[in-house]
């Protein structure tokens, strides 16, 4: 009756006095189902409610009452919806399709046990609805294709609630007979308790989907064998599936469960008679060997057999499947005296495993938990560092190839902890990426630029800044909007800033929503280059659908550019001429590198040759020594800007 009053009180508010006749008549229809539920409770007191014929009169009974309350809500809601189509406004409307939507979810749980009338109640709220709103307000068609949906839902969720509760009461009438049973049969009473209590033991210790032991299975098994070979050790292997996530978010939960069961069955085939495989959660798995004497290197080699039968493709529904493993192996007693705490360092171990390079078998060592302590620390300190003096900018020219001038600087941050000292950029920039605080540390970074190239004055007037942004900044809300705002606070101009992006940014995942933030700072001015350029896995038809201004080759080419390295430089120069971009080349160490770079056709340099990364931002050019033609040109003063040949 609340949800009544609420709806007239709003429904009266716009002008509807039908809503007058409507209440009266849910205020009539309430009190004949109240005086019905009187008389119910009568009959259940006085024994009358009892025979299979009683309980269906009143069930009937129930259910024609309930769907015509749901008749009456279904016709306040058309009128509504027809008036409001005809007239301005829409609270009414809108009010009373969330009351009608909460009545129906909530008939789900309250009518699980009247299968036909709970679905017939939630059908008439929901479609009546639904099909008013296509008919008389064709502006809410998506609304109204939403309420068909929920409608589907919640028909879904009665149904299940119904079957739960069936389930339940079929539960409790077989333990009722059960008790009955027991009491004429005293003889059998302990053997069916025990039967029930070994039954209730294996559904506790089994895993569900695989029916391998859980956890609490492993720790039982554990128990049971120290206890029985106190003189033997176990080697604990820890399996955690590679690239599981991306099959399970691709072809569904259903084949992902299928894969766990297959891959279960794969590795039980390589396992000795005296190992035991178990389900530890989601997609990791445990595997508990026992040492012996005869065969200490076993473990070894069965964690080679059992990387190379995960990884062996197998075909579901039609999908070709192809997993990796890593695993992390741990000694028990060795490795310590707790076997609950042998499986965290195996955990530990695969860790790094899936940290550094996937796909293989790494021994714990106590090196490992510092590492995760150390990270577990850097993390919550890089959370107070951002935005403090304990984070700065430093700055590294890129020069261009035919003149030698200073065009850009490429900001890049550097963290010195009051405690641990000066942090490696590679470790603490990995780490803001695995704990989601990379979009702070990049929105600090991009304004520190900005606002520091803005305080170059005249002779930096016509420098840019490059500034690295992740992928997860330009999926994290409107990165564009943040790029717009900072540059109007720091009134620095967009065609000075250039948004470096590694190769992620062809991902497939996020392929669109990152294509329109990309195309928005180009229209803007903004210039994207794609940073570390040939280390990933760009095609052509996703470089040739981004508006992307530059590619830098990565310096691991740039090291090698007089052996291979040169193959892949010279095919990103030909690549980017035929789409106009820029190519801008890392890593540049030596007069010789950069020679061949130029030769090739390289239009920017940056490296150790020309500049170290330092707080002061460089802006003298240099002596273009690695062209065949020298230009000096002078400032405004007169003064030549190529002041010195290189910087070590």
């Known amino acids: 009756m609340a949800a009544a009053f609420g709806a007239t009180w709003t429904v009266l508010g716009e002008g509807y006095q039908l809503a007058w006749g409507w209440l009266v008549l849910m205020l009539v229809l309430t009190a004949i189902r109240l005086f019905d539920w009187w008389k119910y409770r ?36 058309c009128a509504v919806i027809d008036g409001e189509a005809q007239h301005e406004g829409c609270v009414a409307k809108y009010t009373l399709i969330i009351i009608v939507s909460a009545l129906a979810g909530g008939a789900t749980g309250v009518t699980a046990a009247l299968k036909y009338e709970g679905r017939c109640y939630i059908s008439i709220l929901l479609l009546s ?87 609490r299975g492993l720790m039982e098994w554990a128990r049971a064998f120290i206890k029985d070979h106190n003189n033997l050790s176990v080697a604990v292997m820890f399996l955690d599936l590679d690239r599981f996530k991306q099959i399970n978010d691709a072809l569904g939960h259903d084949i992902g469960d299928r894969v766990l069961v297959s891959v279960a069955e794969q590795i039980k085939t390589q396992l000795p008679p005296d190992a035991i495989l178990a389900r530890w959660g989601g997609d990791e798995f445990i595997v508990a060997v026992p040492r012996t004497v005869e065969a200490p290197g ?43 705490d042998v499986i965290h360092a195996a955990d530990l171990a695969v860790t790094e495993v899936k ?24 993390s919550r300190a890089l959370g107070e560092a951002i935005g403090k003096d304990e984070l700065s900018l430093v700055y590294q020219p890129l020069i261009s190839a035919k003149t030698g001038r200073v065009v850009a600087q490429e900001a890049l941050a550097r963290w010195k902890h009051p405690v641990l000292g000066a942090i490696s950029p590679d470790e603490f920039i990995k780490l803001a990426e695995d704990t989601d605080r990379i979009v702070a540390l990049g929105d600090w970074a991009l304004e520190r630029a900005c606002t520091d ?72 001015g903004v210039e994207i280059q794609i940073d570390d350029f040939g280390t990933g896995y760009s095609s052509l038809s996703r470089l040739h659908k981004f508006p992307v201004t530059g590619v830098k080759i990565d310096r691991h080419f740039v090291n090698d550019v007089n052996g291979q390295g040169r193959v892949i430089v010279e095919s990103a120069v030909m690549i980017a001429r035929r789409f106009g971009f820029e190519v801008i080349a890392e890593g540049v160490e030596t007069l010789e590198q950069a020679k061949a770079l130029y030769d090739i056709g390289v239009d920017k340099f940056q490296g150790y040759y020309f500049g170290r990364p330092s707080a002061v931002a460089c802006q003298k050019g240099f002596d273009p020594q690695w062209t065949s033609e020298v230009p000096l040109t002078t400032d405004g003063d007169g003064a030549s800007f190529l002041s010195y040949s290189g910087l070590r």
């Open 453 to 524: 190239a803005v305080n170059w004055g005249q002779d930096g007037a016509g420098v840019k800044i490059a500034v690295n942004a992740s992928i997860k900044q330009l999926l994290h809300g409107h990165f564009d909007l943040k790029v717009v705002q900072i540059l109007n606070r720091t009134g620095l101009s967009p065609s000075r800033l250039e948004i470096e992006v590694t190769e992620s940014l062809f991902d497939d995942e996020h392929l669109e929503q990152v294509l329109g933030c990309v195309k928005n700072l180009r229209e803007l």
């Open 355 to 378: 940290r550094t390079e996937r796909g293989r078998a790494l021994a714990y060592s106590e090196t490992y938990a510092e590492i995760q302590r150390r990270r577990y620390d850097l």
């Open 42 to 77: 009568s009959a259940l007191t006085s024994g009358a409610v009892g025979a299979p014929a009683q309980i269906a009169y009143w069930q009937q009974n129930y259910g024609v009452w309930l769907c015509a309350s749901a008749v009456l809500w279904a016709v306040l809601a």
């Open 298 to 340: 076993r473990v070894h080699s069965l964690s080679d057999q059992i990387i190379e039968a995960v990884s062996l493709p197998f075909t579901l529904n039609g999908e070709t499947i192809k997993l990796g493993v890593s695993i992390g192996l741990a000694l028990y007693p060795d490795d310590d005296k707790s076997f609950t």
């Open 129 to 215: 609805g639904s099909l008013a709103l296509a008919i008389f307000s064709p502006v809410d068609i998506a609304i109204a294709a939403l309420g068909l949906v929920f409608w589907v839902v919640m028909l879904v969720s009665h149904n299940n609630n119904n079957a739960i509760l069936r389930q339940s009461l079929n539960l409790q009438h077989e333990n009722i007979k059960l008790i009955a049973d027991l009491k004429d049969l005293n003889g059998t009473l302990e053997t069916k308790i025990i039967d029930r209590t070994r039954a209730l033991k294996e559904i506790a210790h089994l895993d569900a989907l695989t029916q391998l032991p859980n956890r």
